[in-house]
């Protein structure tokens, strides 16, 4: 795995129609719109922010993990405007693999841009990082979210039981979906 690819300089991934960057403080409104919104996060173990002070200073702990190198959350922007998050954490070095994560602003779902997102992300992660794994943790219930995994050549690998503890969700089963660099045709 080619970490410093990740962290050496934040990398900012460019489509036709998306770019996936760093998020700043001058994107505070629409990070609030996204993050107060408690249809966000329905399935996910994040609790919502009704507070813009506390959301701003979630800019800086975004900030504060990529340079730990613990964790990349690029801000999804479509036409210069911030839609929605997605994330690679966890890496294993010892065996190549990273876990990734995405939500957007409600204004944004049916629109194919999650779907999106994930195909620039994984497209970096294998061929520019070179990681063997890319994973995903699901709730059961979150049948859209399985099918943008799927539909970027995930795969469900089981259930894990009663398995973590989610802020406001208790403790909760988890699907497993993977996708293996061998598995990646371009």
Known sequence: MKFEVVFDQFPQLVSDDLVLKKIEVDNLEKLYEIYSNVRVFEYC?????????????????????????????????????????????????????????????????????ASKALKMVVEFLFEQVEVNRIQAEVMPTNEISKKVLLKNGFLKEGTLRQATLWSSKGIVDLEIYGRLKSEYVQ
């Open 45 to 113: 173990g994040i609790i919502p922010k009704s507070n813009k002070e506390t959301i701003k200073s979630m800019i800086g702990h975004f900030e504060r993990d990529y340079n730990k190198k613990t964790r990349i959350k690029w801000g999804i922007f479509s036409n210069d405007v911030l839609v929605g998050i997605i994330e690679a954490c966890d890496f294993n070095k010892k065996v190549d693999m990273v876990t990734i994560g995405y939500f957007l602003a409600e204004a944004y779902w049916g629109k194919g841009i």
